[in-house]
């Protein structure tokens, strides 16, 4: 049986992840501009998603645990609902970016 791993964040983990957000990309990192973040961000709900769809196929042929089963439906659900928010904050700014007086 496979269970959830938990993060701990320390203060001072949280302070080096900060800095390192604040000073702009690094040399090893991929991605450097929002488009190449967002696309990554996106390929990886729908891999989430595909995950749970294998799990519940699995299941289904009696394959897989039920715990499982849930497990990767609710990290789905997750993604979907973060890129739902995510999509609706864009939308936002957009439509603030086109009210705004030249």
Request: aromatic share 2%; charged share 15%.
């Amino acid at each position: 049986m496979t269970g959830i791993t938990t993060i701990t964040v320390t203060p001072a983990a949280a302070a080096e992840a900060y800095s390192r957000t604040a000073n702009g990309p690094t040399s090893g990192a991929t991605g450097t501009n929002f488009g190449d973040t967002l696309q990554r961000a996106l390929s990886s709900a729908v891999a989430v998603g595909h995950d749970a769809d294998t799990k519940a196929t699995q299941a289904i042929m009696g394959e897989g645990s039920l715990t499982e089963v849930v497990t990767a439906i609710s990290r789905a659900e997750l993604a979907l609902q973060s890129a739902t928010a995510i999509r609706d904050r864009v939308v936002q700014a957009y439509q603030d970016i086109m009210k705004m007086p030249i």
